[in-house]
T-cell receptor, first 111, second 115 residues
Framework: GQQLNQSPQSMFIQEGEDVSMNCTSS?????WLWYKQDPGEGPVLLIA?????ELTSNGRLTAQFGITRKDSFLNISASIPSDVGIYFC???????????FGPGTSLSVIP | EAQVTQNPRYLITVTGKKLTVTCSQN?????MSWYRQDPGLGLRQIYY???????DKGDVPEGYKVSRKEKRNFPLILESPSPNQTSLYFC??????????????FGSGTRLTVV
């Protein structure tokens, strides 16, 4: 079946540093999504992308829909302790398909 | 407040003892789904429901049952739990199976341990 790969699996960074993570797929997706899971909670939608090449920001977070439509990227600028959590990418081949989730990138921020 | 409510948050049970994890949403969403989260494997879909009385298997349905008798409720049933079902479970809902601009709304999770 469809699979998403996320890189890196985990990151330990210093507070104030910028963060980059990515997500790749073997299939072309029409929608890319980024969710964040705080410790002890369910995932929450951060950013949704609907068009190849699209760049969308949400505060310090910026996500891009890859030109090939097989990847997406998430950047976090000037990380703070509350950025800690697991970041999931998710994709959808068409608007009628179910959403597929990646395995997640675990982010730890050292104060 | 719009939310998905799961109960219980934590559950320890013994092998073979039937259990039910409840899920309720107050947003009149048609689509509901159950996921399990395991380290390194991310979120894997167990079952989903497109509407009342319409349910279907996800990627890892073995050992689970669901029902959708009312729009707001989507309980997950483990008839005979086994230790390999020890996991963190999430219920989610959405306007439809496709991705609405507001995304999936997830519950806070149920951590299940089967001994």
């Amino acid at each position: 079946g469809q699979q998403l790969n996320q890189s890196p699996q985990s990151m330990f960074i210093q507070e104030g540093e910028d963060v980059s993570m990515n997500c790749t797929s073997s299939s072309i997706f029409n929608t890319w999504l980024w969710y964040k899971q705080d410790p002890g909670e369910g995932p929450v939608l951060l950013i949704a992308l609907y068009k190849a090449g699209e760049l969308t920001s949400n505060g310090r977070l910026t996500a891009q829909f890859g030109i090939t439509r097989k990847d997406s990227f998430l950047n976090i600028s000037a990380s703070i302790p509350s950025d800690v959590g697991i970041y999931f990418c998710a994709g959808q081949e068409t608007s009628y398909d179910k959403v597929i989730f990646g395995p997640g990138t675990s982010l730890s921020v050292i104060p | 407040e719009a939310q998905v409510t799961q109960n219980p948050r934590y559950l320890i049970t013994v092998t073979g003892k039937k259990l039910t994890v409840t899920c309720s949403q107050n947003m009149n969403h048609e689509y509901m789904s159950w996921y399990r989260q395991d380290p390194g494997l991310g979120l894997r879909q167990i079952y989903y429901s497109m509407n009342v009385e319409v349910t279907d298997k996800g990627d890892v349905p073995e050992g689970y049952k669901v029902s959708r008798k009312e729009k707001r409720n989507f309980p997950l049933i483990l008839e005979s739990p086994s230790p390999n079902q020890t996991s963190l479970y999430f219920c989610a809902s959405s306007l439809d199976r496709g991705h609405s601009p507001y995304g999936y709304t997830f519950g806070s999770g149920t951590r299940l341990t089967v001994v």
